[in-house]
């Protein structure tokens, strides 16, 4: 049985019907990673000698008559998890054995359902780019193109998904960092809500696993279809138990419809700040088209969206302050002096950008407030619509750049050169005030890379945009492989 680019719930079936074993499976990927990872580095910390313990476990388990959710999947988990006996590094060399003694919560609840950790994926230093590579562990090459970047951070998750690695992964977001390697590799990702998901373990070294949630950023799953992405969720939500004893459970509320016919739809393909490049524009309409021709109700404008200019502004601040926060006390102070000579009508990115860097409690504080205010303006938003349909990035997987100086960085699109760092505006959409997104494989571009779009749904509504995600995948078609793809074309 050929199980690489089978999904969760085809492989759950087969287990459950004997026909495939899960040391079987587990064997079948550890042997195409051995294979064709050499050119797409994706796993960079393989957990092989255990992931067939656990295999043989789950076989057991399954024998006594056990059937967990994920029993016997196997699966990959983001390098900056932390996974007892494993290193953590966050891609930083000097960590390269600092070994975790505990699993982080996410993790711990994907192997209580069974799940088979294959390894660790890689990510970028610090998780702070949308291409992954780092000093110690070097850089993932996209499976569609290896002169292409997989995206960032969770760009190992991407491409060891889009490779046939395993059928789940583990990844996080916060500048887009499931969202946008779903994107460059074809694959799906959830951005859940905020605080949806426990991120105690998802932290870099050496602090300590608290039960504190980052500045916007989550845990979130990645799979190869939008049915896995929800069974995935639903293992990995809940509140840290560390903090809320040991009960706890996903109470969301069902998706708001079942039906396409039945949603109601803002699309957007422009953004204030940054053009739309040809190929992801017509992705965006390739799924409004979709939606209007299934009879849903579909909008390009709306007055009740609140301020895109006014949203890209606070997430820029926002996720700036968030970075900040561990930079040498000399340097801040250079940039505070810095700041503090930018006009008061300097409305722009940068200016953004760099206040966010300096801003005092005080005024994040007042910031914070501004969210509160946009929160409040989508509640309104989703009261006559269902979900936001938007890019992820304005481009298709660019080759690699690893300029140090990420500022010098420029990003082409349809033959124009704009700032790198502007890449990551269309995921800040859904990230500022928190709203849970899905990214969904939506076509292709000229030459044959995959882009996808993302489907932003209201808070703690994470169903809604995970069942339009599922409607779509059947009206338009989900997750190719690359090399399938490869043969279509000639």
Known sequence: MESSYLSAEQLS???????VTSVELTDEAIARIERDDTMINAICVPDFDRARAAARRADQARARGADLPLLGIPVTVKESYDIAGLPTTWGMPQYANYLPAEDAVAVARVKAAGAVVLGKTNVPLMLRDWQSYNELYGTTAN???PTRTAGGSSGGSAAALAAGFGALSLGSDLAGSLRNPAHCCGIYAHKPTFGLVATRGMVPPPAPALPIDGEMAVCGPMARTA???TTLLEVMAGPDPSTHGLAYAMRLPPARHRRLADFRVLVLDEHPFLPTGSAVRAAVHRVGGALADAGARVEQHSPLLPDPVDAAILYAQLLTSHAAARIPLEVY???RTSAAELGADDRGLDAARLRGTVMSHREWLET????????????RFFAEFDAVVCPIA???AFPHDHNPDRRARRIDIDGLEHPYLDHSLWPGLATMPGLPATA???????????VGVQLIGPMFEDRTPLRLAELLEQAIGGFRPAAESADRSR
Do not use: K, M, N, V
């Open 227 to 229: 049915r896995d992405l």
């Open 440 to 450: 969904i494989p939506a076509g292709h571009s000229l030459e044959g890379l995959p």
């Open 13 to 19: 079936s087969a287990l459950r019907a004997g026909t």
């Open 143 to 145: 499976p569609w193109d």
């Open 333 to 335: 102070e250079r940039l």
């Open 394 to 396: 304005p481009t298709p």
């Open 368 to 379: 914070d407030i501004r969210r509160e205010q946009h929160r409040h303006s989508w509640r």
